[in-house]
């Protein structure tokens, strides 16, 4: 039951902002109390009858700003406030009747970045060894598993990862688990939150989060064209760092060999880790695959983190972290406890996946698509929007674009709603400064080739004719 109803209705803000401004306000007058759970994105957007993703870029707005916080498995919670350092409250209020509520045609061209292509999904041989793994556990698959993860799996992820990525380890340095923000949890009380860490700045929002809910010290630290600023890594005093170097998020920036070697030197420097997020690095469109940071450390300073979330589903949520020796051992002697939070069955499923060779075609044939789209929705923008500068394309699952025109961020967001066109902020990655010109995010792998080529048209009428 939602006991809420923000104010949101068609106006000179885009949906999300409003949503935003709505619930921030309703936080800051003590009507959402500390600890007042939130709807789900799919109960507050049925709701409203708004979009799920203004729902979703709301929340995330929310979070950065830290009025809510996510728990895992439990939702989007209000974190206890100071209400004497707010504004009185504003003699006209937010609510309003559900006659009045907003009506908005959800986005018919969604380019969400969280998406995957789920229609060619290998769904036979999935089902096949979901049977295979249930039959040849005998009762087994439904007891506890191994803390970090089935031996099998373990084993099979570390011949991929070195196939694939050049990342060099033994299965026994493989901790499986729910998602990378898990991982991300575990490792900060593995090395512990007395030391300080740092991010790129821009970065991923719920990763930033995650490790203030972690409680750790978090500095962001600026970019420039070759990726995270090692000079500034150095002033931060910072002795852990978290940096996505094969496809840098949001902006794409791919670290080269040099600023590589200036981080690993940085490292050894401050006796450090560097924790390597390779979120997307199977996809890579222009060369051969850049091999992982982990690949070329010699002295035990980088943690490797990999997911099946881009590549498979992110149903399925399996990620796994690769352990420097050092830290494998302090993990062994005092992480046993943890149970795993995979379960079984997945595991099993997905090793069967992947030791049948099938894992290696749909991987295969999952690139070749996601290049397709990538193709088709760069081709689309030069022809539609000429004008329009494009960044991040070498790689990943999103482009950023960047128009030549006077609008904000907001109005680009706005415009494209209401043609039904969703596309995405850049601003809320940022901890510090704002990116200097507007831009917005547009993913591509959960559309087809004629959405894509629908939807920047589409996209083109909103930005240039509206």
Known sequence: MIEFTPNVQKGSDPLYIQLYKSIRLEIQKGHLPAHTKLPSQRQLAKHL????????????????????????RKGLFVVPLNQDLFFPEPKQGIFRTEETSATVTPARFNFRYGEVDLEHFPYKQWRKYT???????????????????????????????YQSRGVRCLPEQIVVGAGTQYLIELLCKLIGTKDSYAMEDPGYNRIRETFQHAGVSLSPIPLNDQGIRVDKLYESNANVVYVTPSHQFPTGVLMPLSRRNELLEWAKNVDGYIIEDDYDGEFRYVGLPIPALQGIDHHEHVIYLGTFAKSLTPAARISYAVLPQRLLSHYSENFTHLQQTVSRFHQYT???F????????????????YKSRQQTLLRALKTHMPDLHVSGNDSGLHVIVE???????????????????????????YANEKPATSQVLLGFAGLSEETIEEGIQMLKKAWYHS
């Open 354 to 369: 992947m030791e049948s060779g099938d894992w290696w075609r749909h991987l295969n044939r999952t690139k070749t698509r």
């Open 403 to 429: 128009p030549n025109l006077p609008l904000s961020e907001e109005e680009l967001i706005r415009r494209a709603e209401s043609l039904g066109v969703a596309v995405y902020p850049t601003s809320i990655y």
């Open 49 to 72: 009858n708004v979009s799920r993703n203004t729902v979703d870029i709301a929340y995330q707005q929310l979070s950065a700003e830290g009025y809510v916080k996510g728990i895992e």
């Open 131 to 161: 049977l295979e793994s249930i039959h040849r556990e005998n009762g087994d698959l439904f007891l506890y598993g191994d803390h970090q993860g089935e031996i099998g799996l373990r084993k099979e992820i570390a011949h991929y990862i």
């Open 350 to 352: 997905l090793e069967c």
